[in-house]
């Protein structure tokens, strides 16, 4: 697959994180397709170009979202995505992580460094304080990514998020930038 020049936000050993762009579509949704199995029940990324250009336009032109493609350095593959969802300035300075892997990427670690440059970035440049992830109980894989990366547990929240045709139970996880101290 062609990977559309963009010059990297952030590096890592192994990683690159760029921002999302319309030209990204085709690879995308491809690997959104093949990953169907990966992801269902937890997770529903665009798989036609229709679906994408509508989600990776709300990320490019809300400012209450940041989108990131954790990119291989070695390939420029897409591994993965990282979006920070309702951005809240003032006061608050958070957001909420939303992330998925594609199949091809899956258990190889990429998706860690990829978080570890995500909150780089939004502790960074972006200037927020904090970081929370909603995640399903049953999601073994996105629990341990937010444990890893030092996200503690603050709570459950019984009927939170609508996912799949239901209203579904998630367990809160945050990171502020004092914990990264």
């Given at each position: 697959?062609?990977?559309?020049p963009?010059r990297p936000?952030a590096?890592?050993p ?5 921002p999302f762009?319309l ?5 995308f949704?491809?690997r ?6 990966l992801h ?7 798989d036609t170009d ?6 990776a336009?709300?990320?490019i032109?809300?400012?209450?979202r940041?989108g990131?493609?954790v990119?291989e350095?070695?390939s ?5 995505f990282?979006?920070?969802n309702n ?8 957001g909420a ?6 199949a091809?990427a899956a258990?190889?670690?990429l ?5 570890e ?5 939004a502790?960074g ?5 904090r970081?929370?992830i ?7 894989a ?9 996200f ?7 009927d ?19 914990m990264?101290?």
């Open positions: 697959m062609s990977h559309p963009s936000l590096e890592g192994r990683v690159a994180l760029r762009t030209a990204d579509g085709p690879e949704t491809a959104a397709r093949e990953s169907k199995d269902r029940p937890w997770l529903f990324p665009p229709e679906a994408y250009a509508d989600y336009g709300r990320l032109e809300d400012p209450a940041a990131f493609l990119c350095k070695d420029g593959a897409i591994a993965g990282i979006n920070i951005i809240v300035r003032g006061g608050f300075q958070c992580l939303g992330y998925g892997v594609f091809h258990g190889r670690g998706m860690r460094e990829g978080l440059l995500v909150i780089g970035y502790f440049p972006l200037g927020l304080h970081l929370e909603n995640a399903q109980p049953g999601n073994a996105s629990l341990a990514l937010a444990r890893g990366a030092g503690r547990r603050e709570g459950f929240s019984p939170m998020i609508y996912v799949d045709g239901a209203w579904r139970d998630h367990e809160r996880w945050a990171l502020t930038t004092e990264r101290d």
